[in-house]
């Protein structure tokens, strides 16, 4: 190749990576702070996702690490990867690294307009930590967020107090913790925090349609307000952020996949702890497209929400029964009326 069209064709790439990623300093408590922000063309109200990094770990290598950028590129939202000082994260309660942050979204939103209802944070390591500490301290200002090879940290008071319960998505291989136990201890906290159900619904391996997956996915709800949680975790997996497909899944697709879903203004119009369960036997159940009722009335109304709360279906049930084909796999929430009763019932379509 001519060395002259060469170097024109390295000079527009350079130059397009200083376009859409660029290295920012701010001066935080008397300290100079930086922090990489890629914003991709094309930008309208986007949202913003913090991916923080890991313990003697820097911007740049998280950056390079997650490759989220090119999923940012092509779902048209911001991404940041902020600077510890010394590569570490203070999580005390005295902590500038937090007014850092927030310094952050008012920085980025003042050039680029973004949605302050869909600002998120995800991490490895110390930077999970992080999005532990972001949503406990902030639940009113991060919609959902997403840790990884990160345990549950409360920073210096030991509690966290939520404002508004906020989705979560977990990743950890079972080599990278004591015993499985202690993560899901962990799980258990913040499904506690966010009044979800106790029992999961198992996809092992995840995705179904990988055989060779190491990954088993524990999906937890609705929680309250529509809310969910997700722990993935990697059978024999080491402190990572897994990427490889063969046997496991691509996380920066996975997190963005789950953090996309939700936003500060996406309470469910339904409040499920509200509704209580009449006391007779009434179940539902799902086979082949078709749902299945137990315990009503024999001609009833039924209405089907999803997990956000969105209205899926109004159905007149006949014969206990009806058809709820070419829906996709996941929880709904069936509300059953008649005879002046009504009961609240938790549906998994696989």
Same mark, same amino acid.
């Given at each position: 190749?001519?060395?002259?069209?060469?170097?024109?064709?390295?000079?527009?790439?350079?130059?397009?990576?200083?376009?859409?990623?660029?290295?920012?300093?701010?001066?935080?408590?008397?300290?100079?702070?930086?922090?990489?922000?890629?914003?991709?063309?094309?930008?309208?109200?986007?949202?913003?996702?913090?991916?923080?990094?890991?313990?003697?770990?820097?911007?740049?290598?998280?950056?390079?690490?997650?490759?989220?950028?090119?999923?940012?590129?092509?779902?048209?939202?911001?991404?940041?990867?902020?600077?510890?000082?010394?590569?570490?994260?203070?999580?005390?309660?005295?902590?500038?690294?937090?007014?850092?942050?927030?310094?952050?979204?008012?920085?980025?939103?003042?050039?680029?307009?973004?949605?302050?209802?869909?600002?998120?944070?995800?991490?490895?390591?110390?930077?999970?930590?992080?999005?532990?500490?972001?949503?406990?301290?902030?639940?009113?200002?991060?919609?959902?967020?997403?840790?990884?090879?990160?345990?549950?940290?409360?920073?210096?008071?030991?509690?966290?107090?939520?404002?508004?319960?906020?989705?979560?998505?977990?990743?950890?291989?079972?080599?990278?913790?004591?015993?499985?136990?202690?993560?899901?201890?962990?799980?258990?906290?913040?499904?506690?925090?966010?009044?979800?159900? #106790? =029992?999961?619904? $198992?996809?092992?391996?995840?995705? @179904?349609?990988?055989?060779?997956?190491?990954?088993? !996915? +524990?999906?937890?709800?609705?929680?309250?307000?529509?809310?969910?949680?997700?722990?993935?975790?990697?059978?024999?997996?080491?402190?990572?952020?897994?990427?490889?497909?063969?046997?496991?899944?691509?996380?920066?697709?996975?997190?963005?996949?789950?953090?996309?879903?939700?936003?500060?203004?996406?309470?469910?119009?339904?409040?499920? #702890? =509200?509704?209580? $369960?009449?006391?007779?036997?009434? @179940?539902?159940?799902?086979?082949?497209?078709?749902? !299945? +009722?137990?315990?009503?009335?024999?001609?009833?109304?039924?209405?089907?929400?999803?997990?956000?709360?969105?209205?899926?279906?109004?159905?007149?049930?006949?014969?206990?029964?009806?058809?709820?084909?070419?829906?996709?796999?996941?929880?709904?929430?069936?509300?059953?009326?008649?005879?002046?009763?009504?009961?609240?019932?938790?549906?998994?379509?696989?």
């Amino acid at each position: 190749m001519n060395r002259k069209i060469l170097f024109v064709i390295i000079f527009l790439v350079s130059l397009s990576t200083i376009v859409f990623a660029q290295t920012k300093n701010m001066r935080i408590a008397g300290v100079t702070r930086s922090y990489i922000v890629h914003a991709p063309s094309g930008l309208n109200n986007p949202p913003l996702v913090f991916n923080i990094h890991g313990y003697n770990m820097d911007a740049a290598s998280e950056q390079s690490y997650t490759k989220m950028d090119q999923i940012a590129d092509r779902e048209k939202f911001i991404v940041v990867y902020p600077d510890a000082i010394s590569k570490s994260w203070d999580l005390s309660d005295t902590s500038h690294d937090f007014t850092f942050l927030l310094a952050i979204i008012d920085t980025v939103d003042a050039k680029y307009h973004i949605d302050k209802a869909r600002i998120y944070s995800c991490g490895f390591s110390q930077g999970g930590f992080m999005s532990f500490q972001l949503a406990c301290r902030y639940s009113d200002i991060f919609a959902a967020i997403a840790p990884t090879s990160g345990l549950i940290s409360m920073g210096g008071t030991g509690t966290c107090s939520l404002k508004r319960p906020v989705s979560m998505r977990l990743t950890f291989g079972t080599d990278d913790v004591a015993t499985s136990a202690q993560f899901m201890q962990n799980v258990a906290t913040w499904l506690d925090l966010c009044n979800c159900p #106790k =029992t999961s619904v $198992v996809t092992r391996p995840y995705p @179904s349609s990988n055989s060779n997956s190491l990954v088993t !996915r +524990l999906y937890y709800g609705p929680c309250d307000q529509g809310t969910e949680v997700i722990a993935d975790s990697v059978r024999t997996g080491q402190h990572e952020w897994p990427m490889n497909t063969s046997d496991r899944i691509n996380n920066s697709e996975e997190t963005w996949a789950f953090l996309k879903k939700f936003t500060l203004k996406s309470a469910t119009d339904i409040q499920l #702890k =509200t509704f209580p $369960v009449a006391q007779n036997s009434i @179940s539902v159940s799902y086979s082949c497209g078709i749902v !299945r +009722l137990q315990g009503t009335e024999e001609n009833c109304r039924v209405r089907v929400f999803d997990t956000r709360g969105r209205c899926v279906s109004i159905v007149a049930v006949t014969q206990r029964q009806f058809d709820f084909k070419n829906e996709p796999s996941g929880v709904y929430v069936v509300k059953v009326s008649g005879n002046e009763k009504f009961s609240e019932l938790r549906m998994v379509v696989p």
